[in-house]
């Protein structure tokens, strides 16, 4: 009788040979695959790999599901439901590392092939990749006297991960066991002296260089966006912010915490002793595939010492095309118009967040050539970019963005990009640069893009002088996209669509989608975002309205007239697409931008 994993005694390990055969019965491998791979001699590396792995690779048609490659998911999952056991997909965020590299050691971990996902006062969760072994398992229940429950997970997961958690705790507690106590300058306010307990760990030491490796490892790892460091009381927080959204990655002992922010400033040779007063860096780094990714440090002094923030910026991001950002194809053709304006004011609004930076480095890539001298001056710096002249806002010499932007005037320049318009001086320069023939792009925080009329009236801009410079404005919003593997049709709900594109009169689509959440999105239900974008031209017709007292609503619906679609419209459009959910665009867009 042909053995499977059914009449396989306890204990043995998966054969090769094992799963061919069961895939062959379960009709998802054909005859001619199934003998081409048993008869294949393997190389010492491929016989080296769980076999789960070696098939994987070996990139088959799976019978049942056509156009379907034999992958590793499809291969576990197959797996789990022969053998009555579930699969998993490790997902580190949701896993409280402390906890579970205390529920074995590395070596017992190691030498079973398992490892701890999740524990709890009744049972503890563990990954395994070979169903059939379960020598461990009395020894486990004895040492942890609780339940175990088995998951099937990818066997390179499992190795991965066995390394990662293992290397962080065992980092951790060296950290923290070398020494605690206060810093110097601002500490925990609440701090109460422990005599003879002043030695604090060294930033330099290599556990911290350790923690702080694997943070930044495993933040780009997790595409996130920022990355804060949040001293609190007796421990210290790390939280990610991905697609938007915070979460909660680890916990640090309080003095690990003071080293690993103490580690980022010397990386961004920010001043270590000085933590009384706020400071700004920056930090260039590489990911493992070689690619470099440059990080704004930010730090504040707070009541139980410094907080630090890390905004990642990706240099691939910036390099992304109009139609990977979300712009749909009229509100394209109306910005590409606007960038081949030879001079003027083009301005992208929008609040902390939103792609701003995003969409002002993708235009000026387009713009800068060489027949063109393009000039920045931004506050800080955010990426490096060889195509552009850069220079960075400095206060403690009186170099402000509009003492900058003179400066600038002064070098030939085709093309000059504000970081930010913020008071009346800079305003009055960038609209001067304009009127002598140069193209000005700058950012402003506003709602909606009509609304820097207004905001620009009460810096203190002139009527007339917006009327002759002011090209355009671009306001954007960023919105979580539905992750494409999970989302679910659903009936639309015309009420909420009157209310989303209002004034607007849209035929609602008989059918929208919304989120459900899988493995591939963390059961978020989204993956990735988009923009969302409102670009109000300024024609003649609309300069119009431009006067000391402009009113809103006036200009908004002549733009409207002319062509310019609401935020909110954009997100429906984007809706209608599948792309996210209403839910989603009325989160990110007040009903006063619409």
């Known amino acids: 009788m042909t053995e499977t994993l059914q009449n ?243 916990e640090f002992p309080a003095q690990v915490t003071t080293a690993v922010v103490s580690r980022i400033k010397i990386l961004g040779r920010l001043d270590v002793a000085e933590k009384r007063r706020p400071q700004d860096g920056r930090l260039k780094t590489r990911r493992a595939d070689a690619s470099e990714i440059e990080l704004r440090l930010s730090t504040l002094p707070t009541a139980f010492g410094e907080k630090l923030v890390m905004r990642i910026f990706d240099p691939t991001v910036f390099t992304q095309g109009f139609d990977e950002l979300g712009l749909l194809k009229e509100d394209l053709r109306r910005w590409q118009g606007l960038l081949k304006s030879p001079h003027g004011v083009i301005l992208v609004t929008g609040p902390t967040g939103s792609g701003k930076t995003t969409t002002l480095y993708s235009s000026l890539r387009q713009l800068a050539t060489d027949e063109v001298n393009l000039c920045t001056i931004e506050d800080p710096i955010e990426m490096i970019e060889p195509m552009f002249n850069q220079m960075q806002v400095q206060p403690n010499i009186d170099l402000d963005f509009a003492t900058g932007v003179k400066a600038l005037l002064r070098q030939d320049p085709d093309v000059i990009m504000v970081g930010e318009i913020r008071d009346a001086e800079t305003a009055d320069m960038a609209t001067q640069a304009a009127l002598t023939g140069h193209l000005m792009l700058s950012t402003l925080h506003t709602n909606d893009a009509p609304s820097a009329i207004t905001r620009l009236l009460e810096i203190g801009v002139p009527a007339y002088l917006l009327r002759a410079t002011l090209s355009g404005v671009m306001a954007q919003r960023l919105v979580r996209t539905l992750c494409p593997d999970c989302k679910e049709p659903v009936s639309m709900d015309t009420g909420v669509w009157s209310e989303l594109t209002a004034p607007w009169r849209v035929t609602a689509p008989q059918q929208v989608f919304q989120a459900k959440g899988c493995d591939e999105c963390r059961y978020t239900g989204f993956r990735g975002r988009q923009g969302i974008y409102e670009i109000l031209v300024l024609s003649d017709d609309v300069k119009q309205h431009i006067t000391n007292d402009t009113d809103l609503k006036k200009l908004s619906e002549q733009a409207m007239r002319e062509g310019m679609r609401t935020l909110r419209l954009s997100g429906a459009q984007k809706v209608a697409a599948g792309l996210t959910t209403v839910e989603e665009v009325l989160r990110v867009v007040p009903a006063r931008a619409q």
């Open 8 to 250: 396989r005694s306890s204990g043995q390990l998966i054969e090769l040979r094992t799963l061919l055969d069961d895939l062959l019965a379960d009709d998802r491998l054909s005859q001619k695959d199934h003998d081409r791979i048993v008869s294949v001699s393997r190389t010492p590396e491929q016989a080296a790999l769980h076999p789960i792995n070696f098939i994987a690779s070996q990139q088959l048609d799976d019978q049942l599901k056509k156009n379907k490659k034999l992958d590793t998911e499809s291969l576990l999952k197959w797996l789990a439901d022969r053998v009555s056991q579930p699969y998993m997909r490790i997902d580190p965020l949701k896993i409280d590392v402390a906890a579970v590299s205390g529920v074995m050691s590395y070596a017992f971990a190691r030498r079973h092939q398992i490892l701890a996902l999740a524990v709890d006062s009744d049972e503890v969760v563990i990954a395994s990749a070979q169903p059939m072994v379960d020598i461990w398992e009395e020894d486990l229940r004895h040492i942890t006297r609780k339940q175990i429950r088995r998951v099937i997970v990818d066997p390179v997961e499992i190795k991965k991960y066995q390394v990662e958690f293992y290397t962080l705790a065992k980092s951790i507690s060296g950290a923290n066991n070398e020494g605690v106590g206060s810093s110097t300058g601002l500490s925990n306010l609440e701090a109460m002296l422990d005599l003879g307990q002043m030695k604090d760990p060294d930033a330099n030491d290599e556990h911290i260089v350790n923690i702080v490796d694997w943070l930044l490892g495993y933040a780009f790892a997790q595409r996130a966006s920022d990355i804060h460091i949040e001293p609190r009381r007796d421990m210290g927080r790390v939280r990610f912010r991905i697609d938007g959204v915070l979460h909660t990655i680890y």
